[in-house]
């Protein structure tokens, strides 16, 4: 086995049985057939084509046969109705729960090569799913969000396309969030993006951006995803790369959620010659520091207080500023920028976390509005909620940086209006 192959396994309980599910391929099978699954051949993935587009072919394709199914219940749609309103909407978790209301007489017993009847049985699991639950679920997802899948926006609500590369839309993944294949430089431009301009801020809208990229799980369910757990969504997906180590996306992110709240911090820049370059994470962040205010983006430092009276500051964040001053009676709080950014993502205001990594690789995230979970402190120092790519991808978590960065202002926090 390679060393994707075991790490990428998930394990699973159904009736009683243990499987394993690839979250590669999103195929459930029993331990012993991992190698079946996938070979060490096809596990090898040095880029970001052969990673997301290699031909995974299932489980029970290897063994099966053309033989028919059993003849279907009546009632599998309404099965199926039920189950997707639950939250269960895996095509291979649908799939099993009609497979073995077909086949009581296994008792919910795992499909094995030597066991009688497997060719039958194997083929009639891949028809089910893909003749019953795979149209299903094509019908649920083509009115996600209001809007056709994969159709371009016309509407002259997006922002602008950067870069030479053509803009790219989404499908909607197993878990019912979208999802995007194709180059990461690219940028998004689905039609039921949720787009939102200033002077339309709010911490209900700033969420919706957030979560609609679906850059990974939650910390209500997990503790994010990463290279060895990863998550469903391609495009912040952690990769190896060609020196053998593993490649982060923290500035796509950063990028694709601040250009859909028409506060874009760059991921392509041009020069007066017309040649477009990319920007790295480090590059990110070196524009931020260097051209940030001038598109808007103020960094939150001791000289806060003074907002409310600086011409240089936009209107609706003096006003902001007003708001957070009046309301906030702990004044060492009102002194800590990583406190005053969360108070201006409560507020609906696009806000990130850059870190400067003098000599190495720096990072950029997102400041999450607060709901149910809240900012914590950490020896006197106020930590955020955070949306990020990086080696750990998460929708919902603590910003990953500790006090003493924070404290030392090599991380910084900058927010626009």
């Known amino acids: 086995m390679t060393e994707h192959s075991r790490k990428t396994f998930a394990q699973y309980t159904i009736n009683s049985n243990n499987f394993f599910m690839c979250q590669l391929c999103k195929q459930y099978v029993q331990p012993e057939f991992e190698t079946i699954l996938h070979g060490e051949e096809e596990m090898e993935f040095e880029n970001e084509q052969a990673y997301e587009f290699a031909p995974f072919s299932s ?44 086949h009581p007489e296994l008792n919910g017993k795992k499909l094995t090569a030597d066991m009688p009847g497997f060719s ?76 939102n301009k200033p002077g339309n801020r709010s911490a209900a809208n700033y969420i919706a951006v957030l979560d609609y990229f679906n850059v990974g799980e939650s910390e209500t369910v997990g503790t994010g995803n990463s290279f060895n757990k990863p ?19 923290c500035n796509i992110y950063v990028h694709d959620v601040t250009r859909a709240m028409w506060a874009n911090m760059p991921h392509w820049l041009q020069t007066s010659a017309g040649h477009w370059y990319e920007l790295t994470a480090n590059a990110m962040v070196d524009w931020v520091q260097k051209y940030g205010k001038a598109a808007g983006w103020f960094r939150l430092l001791g000289d806060f207080p003074s907002w409310s009276q600086r011409s240089d500051i936009p209107e609706a964040l003096r006003s ?25 993502a409560n507020m609906g205001y696009p806000t990130t976390c850059i870190w400067d990594n003098q000599g190495g690789i720096g990072h950029v995230a997102m400041v999450r509005p607060e709901d149910l979970k809240k900012g914590t402190m950490v020896s006197g120092i106020f930590i955020p909620r955070s949306a990020q790519a990086g080696a750990k991808n998460y929708s919902n978590g603590p910003l990953v940086f500790g006090p003493s960065g924070i404290k030392n202002g090599s991380v910084q926090f900058h927010v626009h209006e």
């Open 231 to 249: 998550g469903e969504n391609p495009r912040y997906r952690q990769q190896r790369n060609d020196r053998g180590g593993i490649s982060t996306y």
């Open 59 to 102: 489980i029970w394709e290897r063994f099966g046969s053309s033989q028919s199914p059993t003849a279907p219940p009546a009632n599998d749609r309404a099965r199926l109705t039920t189950a997707y309103a639950q939250g269960t909407v895996n095509e291979n978790d649908l799939s099993n729960m009609l497979f073995y209301v077909r």
């Open 120 to 195: 039958n049985l194997s083929q009639d699991w891949l028809k089910v799913r893909d003749t019953i639950v795979r149209p299903f679920l094509d019908e649920k997802r083509a009115g996600t969000g209001g809007a056709v899948i994969g159709t371009p926006d016309t509407s002259g609500r997006m922002p602008p396309i950067e870069g030479p590369i053509k803009g790219i839309t989404g499908y909607v993944g197993p878990s019912g969030k979208k999802c995007w294949k194709g180059a990461k430089s690219a940028d998004i431009v689905d039609s039921d993006a949720p787009w």
């Open 320 to 344: 902001a500023a007003k708001r957070i001053l009046s309301s906030t009676t702990d004044a060492s709080l009102a002194s800590q920028p990583s406190f005053l950014a969360q108070q201006f």
